[in-house]
């Protein structure tokens, strides 16, 4: 039996801000019994109530940051057969956001010291610690510069989820909390200290999340200043595709629809016109309904989308955009929104029974990234029959291949070059096929609800990739 110990700032349905917190909810569980794999992460206030008090209490101990001790209590639950381990202060974490904060270089390197002090007290022994993303960056320097006395054997594992977000700080600022006196070259970056560099060099073995993405990290397009070292590292760096839970995300028992529905049933239909009362758009059965939920950043193409908001709209079709984000973008789609009330609904904030709703009811999924290291919404979109418009990039291109109406091959509909006219075009293609040849449209919705992407094919290569690791 292998152990490992998933470290991560979130997991579903704990706490969620994107696809690592549905990664983080799903993965663990999707290992057979080869692997035990557990969960820490912290204790947030924001972790619903009800979870909240399923909680144990393993005790307590102090983590030294600079030059005092800070609280962190220990707490465990079992969620549906996965263990979880959450660290508790109430300082760093009984705040209304996960993120966001002016300190959070601090909170999250106390997480990572917390983590590596806890685990002596944890009933469990991780033979691999599988860290993601830049909160839990300083786990692998850490574990490599600090701790290795302590855990002579301990391998560490770091996923990058998005390489846009890196945890850069200045020296003066974080450098108590790593105890460092001085800024060594693998955390250095343009006199700043970078933690995922850190993770990079330290880590044993780094993966991102679709092979796609692992080769265009080698691309300063991609590569967000940190290309050179993906390529130097590129012997320990593979790609491995995620997967969403099917049976969380499954149209015929989600709670949060209106009437679940099967592939065979016409059921799809009856959401479509509960999300248009809902939203109080024209209740046309016959319009095609084209769907966002995302965060409003510039990475989803939300500028491209800006830029050609018009022409989308004079087509005969109804936009449904769910999301929360940058000020720029929700105040630009709410006004839209407000001049095209029969056409357009733009709905800020994050409300996941709400983006199951919209799931259900649209025709389409649009997905214009500039860059999309995985996505898992253009997976769900076609578990709940709502067919991808993507850009190939990343994930997306890993994904979804273009729909040809002659060999009826591929699953979606995709644009190479980031530009909103080619966006466009796309979309008047897509639309077109759904009013012209319903028939066709129906062929891609059939295959839609038969794509799989459960866990198992990604679980079985982490499993390669930790065997390999430890030797096995
Ligand atoms: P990313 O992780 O870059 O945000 P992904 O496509 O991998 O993008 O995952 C996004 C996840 O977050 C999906 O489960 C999606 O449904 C969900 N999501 C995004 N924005 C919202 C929102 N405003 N409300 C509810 N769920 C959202």
């Known amino acids: 039996?292998?152990?490992?110990?998933?470290?991560?700032?979130?997991?579903?349905?704990?706490?969620?801000?994107?696809?690592?917190?549905?990664?983080?909810?799903?993965?663990?569980?999707?290992?057979?019994?080869?692997?035990?794999?557990?969960?820490?992460?912290?204790?947030?206030?924001?972790?619903?109530?009800?979870?909240?008090?399923?909680?144990?209490?393993?005790?307590?101990?102090?983590?030294?940051?600079?030059?005092?001790?800070?609280?962190?209590?220990?707490?465990?639950?079992?969620?549906?057969?996965?263990?979880?381990?959450?660290?508790?202060?109430?300082?760093?974490?009984?705040?209304?956001?996960?993120?966001?904060?002016?300190?959070?270089?601090?909170?999250?390197?106390?997480?990572?010291?917390?983590?590596?002090?806890?685990?002596?007290?944890?009933?469990?022994?991780?033979?691999?610690?599988?860290?993601?993303?830049?909160?839990?960056?300083?786990?692998?320097?850490?574990?490599?510069?600090?701790?290795?006395?302590?855990?002579?054997?301990?391998?560490?594992?770091?996923?990058?989820?998005?390489?846009?977000?890196?945890?850069?700080?200045?020296?003066?600022?974080?450098?108590?909390?790593?105890?460092?006196?001085?800024?060594?070259?693998?955390?250095?970056?343009?006199?700043?200290?970078?933690?995922?560099?850190?993770?990079?060099?330290?880590?044993?073995?780094?993966?991102?999340?679709s092979p796609t993405y692992a080769e265009e990290l080698k691309d300063p397009y991609f590569g967000e200043g940190l290309e050179g070292v993906i390529r130097e590292i590129s012997d320990r760096e593979v790609g491995i595709i995620n997967g969403i839970d099917e049976s969380c995300y499954d149209p015929r028992t989600d709670s949060a629809l209106t009437i679940p529905f099967a592939d065979s049933d016409n059921k799809k239909a009856e959401n479509k016109k509960a999300l248009q009362k809902h939203l109080n758009l024209p209740i046309r059965e016959d319009v095609p309904m084209i769907s966002m939920i995302t965060r409003l950043v510039e990475q989803k193409g939300l500028d491209l989308v800006a830029n050609v908001i018009h022409e989308i709209l004079q087509m005969d079709l109804q936009l449904v955009i769910l999301g929360t984000g940058d000020s720029v973008y929700e105040d630009l789609l709410q006004s839209v929104a407000y001049n095209y009330p029969d056409k357009m609904s733009a709905i800020i904030g994050f409300d996941e029974p709400l983006s199951r709703r919209i799931y259900a009811a649209s025709d389409f999924f649009l997905m214009p990234s500039k860059f999309e290291p995985c996505g898992l919404s253009q997976m769900i979109a076609m578990r709940y029959g709502a067919i991808p418009i993507v850009r190939e990039t990343g994930g997306l291109k890993d994904t979804i291949t273009c729909f040809d109406s002659k060999t009826k091959q591929g699953n979606g509909f995709c644009f190479a070059t980031y530009n909103a006219h080619d966006m466009l075009f796309t979309i008047q293609q897509a639309v077109s096929l759904y009013t012209e040849t319903p028939e066709l449209f129906q062929d891609l919705i059939k295959k839609a609800f038969n794509t799989h992407s459960d866990w198992t094919l990604s679980a079985n290569t982490y499993l390669a990739q930790y065997q390999k690791l430890l030797g096995e």
């Open 1 to 209: 039996m292998l152990n490992v110990l998933f470290v991560a700032s979130e997991a579903y349905p704990f706490a969620k801000t994107g696809g690592m917190g549905d990664v983080i909810g799903a993965l663990p569980r999707a290992f057979t019994k080869d692997v035990d794999a557990r969960v820490i992460m912290p204790l947030y206030s924001t972790i619903p109530k009800k979870l909240r008090e399923t909680f144990k209490s393993l005790g307590h101990l102090y983590v030294q940051m600079n030059d005092k001790f800070d609280y962190c209590g220990i707490f465990t639950c079992d969620y549906e057969g996965v263990i979880f381990y959450f660290i508790d202060n109430e300082a760093f974490f009984n705040r209304p956001a996960l993120y966001g904060y002016f300190d959070d270089g601090e909170r999250f390197i106390f997480f990572c010291r917390a983590v590596l002090d806890a685990i002596p007290y944890l009933d469990f022994t991780p033979d691999i610690l599988h860290c993601h993303d830049w909160q839990t960056a300083a786990v692998p320097y850490l574990l490599t510069h600090q701790y290795r006395m302590i855990f002579p054997d301990m391998k560490s594992v770091f996923t990058v989820h998005n390489m846009k977000y890196q945890g850069v700080y200045d020296f003066d600022h974080i450098n108590g909390y790593l105890h460092l006196g001085f800024l060594p070259s693998d955390l250095e970056f343009y006199g700043r200290i970078n933690l995922l560099k850190g993770a990079l060099y330290s880590a044993d073995l780094v993966t991102t999340v």
